[in-house]
């Protein structure tokens, strides 16, 4: 079993609809929970953290992590075009990230 | 403005060929990475390294080999590359202690034939 496991889509929905992105993890030692973005030719910027289970709200994106049941989300409010992008959650663990596989999402004006 | 570079956008090598993929921050970060980015595999781990002339293993270091001589560089080997190893490669580095953000490069996407 990966140590985070990420649905790879792809995911397509129409502009202004609610997105929902998710991610399980095995070790209950992570701490830290990330959400990285990616465009298409370019590397990975983070997009948000949290540490340990809560919400945690930028603008039009919630992160939300729940330690009790291992499990990441990812909720884009009033989805753009340039939303469009691979969505990857990432665990820290000792001093190294843990990646699931990411999600190609796409937004449809 | 942060960065971290990588030597080249595209690559394309023969199979057997001896393969250099470099890596340059500007951020004195401690920590750098390599990984590899396949669909449906995400992003994979090489190697790493916490310092100059340290190296640890990641979760996919068969075939490659790394080297850090400066603080600022870290390169990347395939020995004899094979085609298995056509991939994206993306460099990352980090500073050391609690929670990292780590920094991506562009990537190298590297055609073995």
């Known amino acids: 079993q990966k140590e985070v496991e990420q649905d790879p889509g792809p995911l397509s929905v129409p502009e202004g609809a609610i997105v929902s992105l998710n991610c399980t993890y095995s070790?209950?030692?992570?701490?830290?929970f990330m959400w990285y973005r990616q465009y298409s030719r370019k590397g990975p910027e983070l997009l948000m953290y949290?540490?340990?289970?809560g919400n945690k709200e930028d603008g039009r994106f919630t992160a939300q992590v729940d330690k009790s049941s291992k499990y990441i989300s990812l909720f884009i409010r009033d989805s753009q075009p340039s939303d469009s992008a691979t969505y990857l959650c990432?665990?820290?663990?000792?001093?190294?990230?843990?990646f699931g596989q990411g999600t190609r999402l796409t937004i449809n004006p | 403005d942060v960065k971290v570079t990588q030597s080249s956008r595209y690559l394309v090598k023969r199979t057997g060929e001896k393969v250099f993929l470099e890596c340059v921050q500007d951020?004195?970060?401690?920590?750098m990475f390599w990984y590899r980015q396949d669909p449906g595999l995400g992003l994979r781990l090489i190697y790493f390294?916490?310092?100059?002339?340290?190296?640890e293993k990641g979760d996919i270091p068969e075939g490659y080999s790394v080297s850090r001589e400066k603080k600022e560089r870290f390169s990347l080997i395939l020995e004899s590359a094979s085609t298995s190893q056509t991939s994206m490669y993306l460099c990352?580095?980090?500073?050391?202690?609690?929670?990292?953000?780590?920094?991506f490069g562009p990537g190298t996407r590297l055609t073995v034939l």
């Open positions: 990432a665990n820290q663990g000792a001093q190294k990230l843990v």
């Open positions: 070790n209950s030692a992570f701490q830290y």
């Open positions: 949290t540490y340990s289970s």
């Open positions: 951020m004195d970060h401690e920590n």
């Open positions: 390294s916490y310092d100059v002339k340290m190296k």
């Open positions: 990352a580095s980090d500073t050391r202690g609690g929670y990292n953000e780590q920094f």
